[in-house]
């Protein structure tokens, strides 16, 4: 599996960790922006990296690259996949998947079509304690509550406080608590228990309209679930199910393998896992088993899961009066 990144930004350097933590994949190219291409060449040098591209063009046209890994700011996620699917190149989105439901379900259009590989990079549906969870939860009966927190003050929080504003507060770029963080704890939910039949969003606005914060409400049959994320405030990270028989506790962000407790009439029993020194490594490794089986089925699966979520966090913003660049182009 040969991969050409694209970005050199704080995740991108993540995601090169976290790859050359694996067999069978390599890194041949990375493109970056020419006012970048210092940073770009010092990274191909860290990590090996065979060639360095400051035009996407070049690096798509490069035999050697078969999946394109986009970490750059959100708002441009959609329009890089789109041109490394007409490329005839595999696709590794960072999350949020995209701005707006539109443009995710026009990239699930072209992946089926072309019969290309389409991944969104979110470590949730990837990790142990998830899969710990599914197993779990028919031992505590009905689901009658669902609260997760994944809240965590940003370090660019005082620089929006004095008016200069980083991508990540930036509605321009697709920025926001929920697009940011919550989408981790709507990945989950989704995952977990499907589409909700009801889904809302109260956003605590900044001055330039982006959610610093929110609460994300879902409902369900028989149960409710509320999802909160912060970007300008800290807490503790957590999920609980509440069912009749009993309930489950992941203590921990969903972005982490974290532990999972279940309590039920039988008694308490905790789960820990051994997590790894990287947290992507779960979903690159995925990736590459997959690629590896060529279960293209598999990965449409998870990509129509990335595209429920993204219909309902483009709901729910729009419905809270959040508006990014990308809405006028739907």
């Known amino acids: 599996m040969k991969i050409g990144m694209i970005g050199s930004g704080m995740i991108v350097r993540v995601a090169l960790d976290a790859l050359g933590e694996l067999d069978d994949v390599q890194v041949t190219a990375i493109g970056v922006r020419k006012k970048s291409l210092e940073t770009g060449q010092q990274l191909a040098q860290q990590y090996s990296i065979p060639s360095v591209y400051t035009d996407y063009e070049r690096l798509l046209q490069d035999p050697q690259v078969e999946y394109v890994y986009i970490g ?3 708002s441009l996620h959609y329009d890089y996949a789109k ?3 007409q490329a005839g190149k595999n696709v590794i989105v960072e999350k949020p998947f995209t701005s707006t439901v539109e443009e995710a379900r026009e990239l699930l259009e072209q992946a089926e079509a072309a019969k290309r590989y389409v991944w969104e990079a979110i470590v949730t549906p990837y990790s142990p304690d998830y899969h710990q969870v599914r197993q779990l939860l028919p031992q505590i009966g009905p689901i009658r509550l669902v609260q997760s927190n994944f809240s965590k003050r940003s370090s660019r929080y005082d620089d929006y406080l004095s008016g200069k504003v980083h991508p990540a507060f930036d509605p321009a770029l697709a920025g926001g608590a929920l697009y940011d963080l919550n989408i981790y704890n709507l990945h989950l939910v989704v995952g977990l228990f499907g589409r909700p039949h009801q889904a809302a969003y109260v956003g605590n606005l900044g001055p330039n309209g982006i959610d610093t914060s929110g609460v994300l409400t879902l409902a369900y049959e028989g149960f409710a679930v509320s999802c909160c994320a912060a970007k300008d405030s800290d807490a503790d990270s957590f999920t609980l199910i509440q069912g009749e028989q009993g309930r489950i ?4 962000p ?3 393998c974290s532990s999972v407790t279940i309590w039920t009439h039988e008694g308490q029993q905790t789960f820990t896992f051994d997590r790894p020194s990287n947290h992507m490594t779960h979903e690159f490794r995925s990736f590459i088993q997959l690629n590896q089986a060529g279960d293209w089925e598999r990965c449409m699966e998870a990509l129509r899961h990335s595209v ?10 729009r419905q809270a009066g959040i508006s990014f660049a990308a809405d006028y182009h739907a």
């Not at 429920?308 to 913003?317: K, L």
């Open 72 to 74: 750059i700011v959100n």
């Open 83 to 85: 041109r490394a699917l």
């Open 249 to 252: 506790r992941i203590d921990g």
């Open 254 to 256: 969903p972005n982490l």
């Open 308 to 317: 429920t979520v993204m219909d309902i966090a483009t709901s729910v913003r």
